[in-house]
């Protein structure tokens, strides 16, 4: 069975800083989906950035990126110049391919809560 | 665009009383659909998901059902609720394609049984 880790229940940043959360899993597969979603204390789950395993470049989102690490069974997300707005608990989540499993099921980690400093 | 709706946003039932949460998706159709639990200052659980009418897989046994009777509405409910039902539900949709895709979830639903 898939698992997803997410080792810093808590981090703080300053405002404009740069910041990294971690996240590790466990997989047999060879062929899946990473994603990382954002839930600000609105309780909103909006989506941030997604990663195809088959893809080495990592992947980009504004002020977002991740470090893909395969291998490693890695995938930690940066956020540069942090805003106030970037306060929320961050979710790392982990989904089959679908030629496995075409439900689009998603395994989540127990979230990092992410607050940045004025 | 397509759209989430999920009511009510809170919701306060004494233990034993019933309940049914609806979530609805506009501007798609033949969604897969999802219910989640979020315990307190933990991650998310996947309860219930639906890849068609009439078509409910539960991933962990409870207290709670789901049904899907019509395409883009998705019901949990339960008959008798318990102290341990207590949480935040959030509802979700992905479109049914070949390719994987994402999860798009709706606004949520705090519960608190008393």
């Known amino acids: 069975a898939q698992t997803v880790t997410q080792s810093q229940p808590e981090m703080s940043v300053q405002e404009a800083e740069t910041v990294t959360l971690s996240c590790t899993y466990d997989t047999s597969e060879n062929n899946y989906y990473l994603f990382w979603y954002k839930q600000p204390p609105s309780r909103q789950m909006i989506l941030v950035i997604r990663?195809?395993?088959?893809?080495?470049q990592n992947a980009t989102e504004n002020r977002f990126s991740v470090n893909f690490q395969k291998a490693a069974k890695s995938f930690s997300l940066k956020i540069s110049d942090s805003q106030l707005g970037d306060t929320a608990m961050y979710f790392c989540?982990?989904?089959?391919?679908?030629?496995?499993?075409?439900?689009?099921?998603?395994?989540f980690g127990t979230g990092t809560l992410l607050a940045v400093q004025p | 665009s397509q759209t989430i709706h999920q009511w009510p946003a809170t919701l306060v039932q004494p233990v034993g009383s019933p309940l049914s949460l609806e979530c609805t998706v506009e501007?798609?159709?033949?969604?897969?659909l999802y219910w989640y639990r979020q315990a307190a200052g933990r991650g998310l659980q996947l309860l219930f998901y639906?890849?068609?009418?009439?078509?409910i897989s539960s991933e962990v046994p409870q207290n709670l059902s789901a049904s899907r009777p019509q395409d883009r509405q998705f019901i949990l409910s339960s008959k008798k609720l318990l102290l341990s039902d207590s949480g935040f539900y959030l509802c979700?949709?992905?479109?049914?394609?070949?390719?994987?895709?994402?999860?798009?979830f709706g606004d949520g639903t705090r519960l608190s049984i008393l």
């Open positions: 990663q195809e395993a088959y893809k080495q």
């Open positions: 501007g798609t159709s033949n969604p897969n």
């Open positions: 989540a982990f989904m089959k391919s679908n030629r496995l499993d075409a439900t689009n099921k998603l395994i």
């Open positions: 639906s890849v068609g009418i009439g078509q």
């Open positions: 979700a949709w992905s479109v049914d394609s070949h390719i994987n895709q994402p999860q798009h």
